[in-house]
């Protein structure tokens, strides 16, 4: 039988993309990501790809778990780059999933900072994880999760009214290799992107976020509560809020554990 591997190169190689790196699967790892920051510090290739069936230790943003029974998507991808906007990767990374859903029938959209939604259940989490030296940034490893079939009852308890699938969503299955090569077929468009015309790819993902702007929010960062009303993100993909008393505040993605709307008060109308 064809691995998955050779199946995600052959899926690759029918959109027109003679894949350019390895790519590993592993019936069950710990982790993709954390395999490939061995591999990354090995001296992997950018576009090197690890996947896996199965994730016994996935990792969320935060160091949060991420459920990972046999039936998801369990990417990661390494990237090097050696241009100005890297903190825009996980952005461009979020336009490339909800693009690649898109081709399956599946209507998606992103939350700040990265979380990919349908029906405002999670169908989606991009783990952006750098590494950098004194020469500057030497890696980042993408890892991207997507529920793809899996039912709420192989869920911690806690997870199941909050989590989508593609396979709840449209009725269909989508196969691991072919959610793969259409999110990184994807991703290699708006990674050129980042490095050609930033701004594009800012404006792509605020094209699908969800239309919270002008309305207020409440953002976790470690003990803290910060409510404000979300403006917009800055070139830097940071979140700029207008706070109760006026002032502006940027918020970094790292800073942030949990971002929602916030039950009660008055929206702005017609913010931006
Ligand atoms: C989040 O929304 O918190 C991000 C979730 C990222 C999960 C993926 S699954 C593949 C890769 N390996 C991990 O351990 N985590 C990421």
Request: aromatic residues 4%.
């Amino acid at each position: 039988m064809t691995s998955l591997a050779d199946r995600l190169r052959d899926a690759l190689r029918a959109r027109g993309l003679d894949w350019p790196a390895p790519i590993e699967h592993q019936v069950r790892l710990g982790s993709t990501s954390d395999r490939l920051k061995e591999k990354a510090r090995e001296g992997a290739p950018e576009w090197a790809a690890v996947l896996a069936d199965e994730q016994t230790g996935g990792r969320g943003r935060q160091g949060r778990a991420w459920a990972s029974p046999p039936g998801g998507l369990y990417l990661s991808v390494l990237l090097r780059p050696r241009f100005a906007p890297a903190s825009l990767i996980p952005l461009a990374a979020g336009v490339a999933v909800v693009e690649a859903l898109g081709e399956h029938g599946v209507t998606a959209e992103l939350k700040w900072p990265n979380d990919v939604l349908a029906g405002g259940r999670k169908l989606a989490g991009i783990l952006a994880e750098a590494s950098s030296s004194s020469s500057g940034l030497d890696w980042v490893v993408l890892g991207l999760g997507v529920n793809l079939v899996t039912p709420p009852e192989a869920l911690p308890e806690g997870l199941r009214a909050t989590v989508a699938s593609v396979l709840a969503l449209t009725g269909g299955r989508l196969e691991p290799a072919e959610a793969a090569a259409a999110v990184l077929a994807r991703l290699t468009v708006w990674y050129d992107a980042l490095r050609a015309d930033p701004p594009s790819v800012l404006r792509a993902w605020r094209a699908r976020a969800v239309p919270w702007w002008g309305r207020r929010v409440e953002l976790r960062s470690g003990g803290l509560v910060v409510r404000g009303v979300a403006e917009d993100v800055d070139a830097a993909g940071a979140l700029l809020l207008t706070l109760e008393d006026g002032s502006r505040r940027t918020v970094l993605s790292g800073e942030v554990t949990a971002v929602r709307l916030e039950a009660k008060g008055t929206d702005r109308v017609g913010g931006r």
